[in-house]
Structure formats: C-alpha cells, structure tokens
C-alpha cells in the first residue's frame, strides 16, 4: 500500500514537470503551485473514491495475521534456546487453538527450563489430558498433577484436575472427596460453581449430595448528601473497601463501580478479597467505606466524595449504608 502511493505521487510529480515546464522560466511560483495543488488534488481523490482492492491489494484476514505472530514466536523460540516466556506463550496460544499435541511439546521444553514449577505441571498436564481419548485414563497426566501436588499441595489447578482424573479413572468417590478438600479454598461463586459437580461424583460414588451453605455477603447502600442533589459527582468511578480497623494499609476487600445514579447496593462477599490469605469473612469485624475519586485513580485525591467508615461485625451482616460527603 505505501509503495503504491510513494510511487504514484512520484509519477504525479513528474508529470506536471513536464507538463508546466514553459511556466517554470516566466512564472516559477505559479508553477509550483500549480504542481502542488495538482498533487493534493490527486491524493485527496484517490483517499476519497481510490479502492485499494482495485490494485489487487487484500489485507491479511485474522487468521493469517495470528499465523504470522506464530511463525515469529516460533523461530524465536528456535534462536532462543533458553527463553521460557516465547515457549509457555506458544503453548498456550495451541491450547487456545486446539493443537494438543504441539502444546506439550512446549510445555515439556518449558519444563526442562524450569523443571520445579509446579503451574507449569499442571499446565503440561493438562495438555496431555486433553490431547488423549476422554474414554481412557491418562496416567502420565495424573504423575504430573501429583508431582505439582508434591510441590505445591494447595494448588487450585492441580487439586482441580486431580478430580478430573479420578472421574476418567472411574474413581467418583475419590475425585469427590478431592474436591471438596478444595472448596474452603474458593470464593464463594465459584465454591457454588464446583458443588453440581461434586454432587455427580458423590452420587456416581453411591454417595448422598453435598449440602452447599449460603455465600456469605453484606449488603452495602450507598447515597449522597442530600446538600450535594443537585451536583454532579466529581468522577464516575465509586470505590468500596472494607479495611482492618486495628492496622494501617491495604484493604481487606475492595470493589470498583461505575457510578450510574444514587442510591446504589453494592454487595461485598470473600470473592472480592484481595488477598487470598486474608479472606473478608475472616476477621471478626472490619469497617466499611465508600469514596467517589475525581481522577478515576485508586489513590485518594483532594476533590473526592468520601463516606465515614462504618464498623461491621462478621458474625452480624446486616446492611450498611454509607453517605458520601465532600471532603471539608
């Protein structure tokens, strides 16, 4: 495309050379903007009404350009011998594409370069599942997700999988008995999430349904001083945490809203925790607040809407409501 229009813009110039030649020795500056005139005239119809198929030029589909981005990667990877990251990304771009086979063939590169990484077993693992026969159970699999285990045996993934394996191995009550290890581990919809699942094993395994709990959550309403109605907020972003009270620093709990009118609920559950080690629901009690940033940023500004902290016991959830006021 952009030789083309080097090349036409050149063949455009040299034309009015000639054609505007007589001018050049009694009338220099009128010929020249003739020249430059004629050469807008050309390029502004040809952006216009020009099609760039009519020059036979087609430009690549979706598919050619991943392609492209593939072969790149993988001659990368070929010049890079050690570079992990090149061989981890193809593997997970043939995963997306459904080309099992070739994906264990990074993933296992990738181990060999870093062969104590347990996400990256059950990475390969799970490439092996899925490029074997459903029908039969797979056992170089089940090695790998054991070998994660080893290393990491709180390991969502692997815990995760290891249930798969067991139902392909006829195992229900096993995979069963796995899975719900792994519940207490989960946020509380994907927790509800992993129960149909369990209750299939537990029932193929002869065994009663599991019983699933309630999530766990506060309901928090939100408004505006009445003395600020008629105002615009400063910003269209709406922050909700849930602080330690007895320590400074980051949130127990935190949740980005876009502010579309007030009142507004907002619900706070364990899924919204931002560390996995300090779950919401934890702490016998934390305060709750509310805070409209002008800037769009997660950091406190002067022109920002606030609410006073409100003190939540964990074992008494009832709603909260918190007022935003300007900052005095």
Not at 212 to 221: E, R, T
Not at 267 to 291: N, W, Y
Request: contains cysteine.
């Amino acid at each position: 495309m952009t030789p083309f229009i080097v090349l036409a813009i050149v063949l455009v110039c040299l034309a009015l050379f000639f054609a505007l030649r007589p001018l050049w020795r009694d009338a220099r500056l009128f010929a020249a903007g003739t020249a430059l005139l004629g050469v807008l005239v050309v390029g502004g119809l040809y952006h216009r009404f020009g099609r760039i198929e009519a020059i036979g030029y087609q430009p690549p589909s979706q598919e050619q350009e991943i392609t492209n981005a593939l072969a790149e990667l993988e001659q990368l990877a070929r010049q890079q011998p050690d570079n992990l990251e090149a061989r981890v990304l193809l593997a997970k771009s043939m995963m997306q594409l459904g080309r099992f086979d070739t994906a264990k063939t990074y993933y296992s590169q990738a181990l060999g370069l870093q062969p104590g990484n347990a996400n990256l077993m059950v990475d390969y693992a799970e490439a092996l599942f899925r490029a074997g026969r459903p029908d039969q159970p797979n056992a170089e699999a089940r090695q790998w997700i054991d070998k994660a285990l080893v290393i990491d045996p709180q390991n969502q993934r692997a815990l995760f999988f290891k249930g798969i394996l067991l139902m392909q191995a006829n195992a229900p009550g096993e995979a069963a008995a796995v899975w719900e290890g792994l519940l207490p581990q989960l946020d509380g919809s994907t927790a509800q999430a992993l129960v149909p699942q369990i209750n299939q094993a537990r029932q193929q395994a002869g065994l009663p349904e599991l019983a699933m709990a309630p999530v766990k959550s506060l309901q928090v309403v939100i408004d505006i001083d009445p003395t600020l109605k008629a105002q615009a907020p400063p910003g269209s972003v709406l922050f909700v945490s849930a602080k330690d009270p007895s320590r400074p620093g980051p949130p127990i709990a935190a949740k980005r809203i876009a502010v579309s009118g007030f009142p507004l609920t907002v619900t706070l559950s364990a899924a919204d925790s931002i560390m996995p080690t300090a779950k919401l629901f934890s702490q016998a009690r934390f305060s709750v607040s509310a805070r409209i940033s002008a800037s769009g940023s997660v950091s406190a500004g002067k022109d920002d809407w606030l609410s006073e902290p409100v003190l939540v016991q964990s074992d008494k959830l009832e709603s909260v409501t918190l007022i935003l006021h300007r900052q005095p």
